[in-house]
């Protein structure tokens, strides 16, 4: 079966950089596209952006250019994200999901979410 | 950016009753290719989101019929025909026919 499994919860210092990780199993990594989408305390939904994992192009929201970097290790069906320069702002719990390419970011599956926490 | 406005923020209800959820978007979500790119998922608590319907109308897989959606062009609607218990949680729908946006969410809780 499908399973989109995350790391650990991160606990990170203002200015600092973290990297969260997806491994995906249960399909063929490289034939679906590989979401990241942002989830913050009052619950409000925001697409990060996606990478397509067999020629690692990407696309990002225009609002996480210069924070979000997405990149994958077909190796091991893992996708990264990392974010960068890091504020309070930036604390949330991020999902990755994976949607078929062409079928206008229909999320099947989801990750559980790692939750990112930017404190002093 | 295209935004989502759904309404009621909160719905309560009984074991049994029908409810109904609507989404309005900004902009038309008719693509040029002729899909409307209109979905709804449901995050539990303490859960992750998972997809109820894809394309305005279909079923995902392993979704209860009792679910249904419907809408063209800038109004959608999710009805729940008999909510269960575990239907609790909040509904979001998401438009993938622009650059993905999501609603604010409406919090299905019992009355």
């Known amino acids: 079966q499908v399973q989109l499994q995350q790391s650990g919860a991160e606990l990170a210092k203002p200015g600092s950089s973290v990297k969260i990780s997806c491994k995906a199993s249960?399909?063929?990594?490289?034939?679906?596209?590989m979401h990241w989408i942002k989830q913050t305390t009052g619950q409000a939904l925001e697409w990060t952006g996606y990478i397509a994992p067999g020629s690692g192009g990407t696309k990002y929201n225009e609002k996480f250019k210069g924070k979000a970097t997405l990149t994958v290790d077909k190796s091991s069906s893992t996708a990264y994200m990392q974010l960068s320069s890091l504020t309070p702002v930036d604390t949330a719990v991020y999902y990755c999901?994976?949607?078929?390419?062409?079928?206008?970011?229909?999320?099947?599956?989801w990750g559980q979410g790692v939750m990112v926490t930017v404190s002093s | 950016d295209v935004v989502l406005t759904q309404t009621p923020p909160t719905l309560s209800a009984t074991i049994g009753q029908s409810v109904s959820i609507s989404c309005r978007s900004s902009q038309s979500l008719l693509h040029s290719n002729g899909n409307t790119y209109l979905h709804w998922l449901l995050q539990r608590p303490g859960q992750s989101p998972q997809l109820l319907i894809y394309?305005?109308?279909r079923l995902e897989s392993g979704v209860p019929n009792r679910f249904s959606g419907s809408g063209s062009g800038t109004d959608f609607t999710l009805k729940i025909s008999g909510v269960e218990a575990e239907d609790l949680g909040v509904y979001y729908c998401?438009?993938?026919?622009?650059?993905?946006?999501f609603g604010a969410g409406t919090k299905l809780e019992l009355k």
């Open positions: 394309l305005v109308s």
């Open positions: 249960g399909y063929t990594f490289t034939s679906y596209a």
């Open positions: 999901a994976r949607a078929g390419y062409n079928s206008g970011y229909h999320f099947d599956y």
């Open positions: 998401v438009q993938g026919t622009h650059a993905p946006t």
